[in-house]
């Protein structure tokens, strides 16, 4: 598991956390504010956007991207 802290800038990251509901879900880090201690992220299902502290998301690894055909 990588911390938030450690990230590389200008890798592709993702990350779990709990929607509205309470359901764990899983989003792309868009960018990371490492002096706020903020993330915006997408939802990979749904594409929204938002900004969660870092205490709100957990499981952060590396995304592989895969060309669909």
Do not use: F, H, N
Request: hydrophobic share 40%; proline share 3%.
């Amino acid at each position: 598991m990588i911390k938030i802290e450690d990230i590389t800038p200008g890798q592709s990251y993702a990350c779990k956390y709990k929607d509205l509901t309470g359901l764990a879900c899983v989003a792309v880090i868009v960018t990371r504010d490492t002096l706020g201690g903020m993330v915006k992220l997408r939802d990979v299902d749904t594409g929204v956007e938002m900004i969660l502290p870092y205490d709100d998301i957990w499981d952060v690894d590396t995304v592989e991207w895969v060309d669909a055909e």
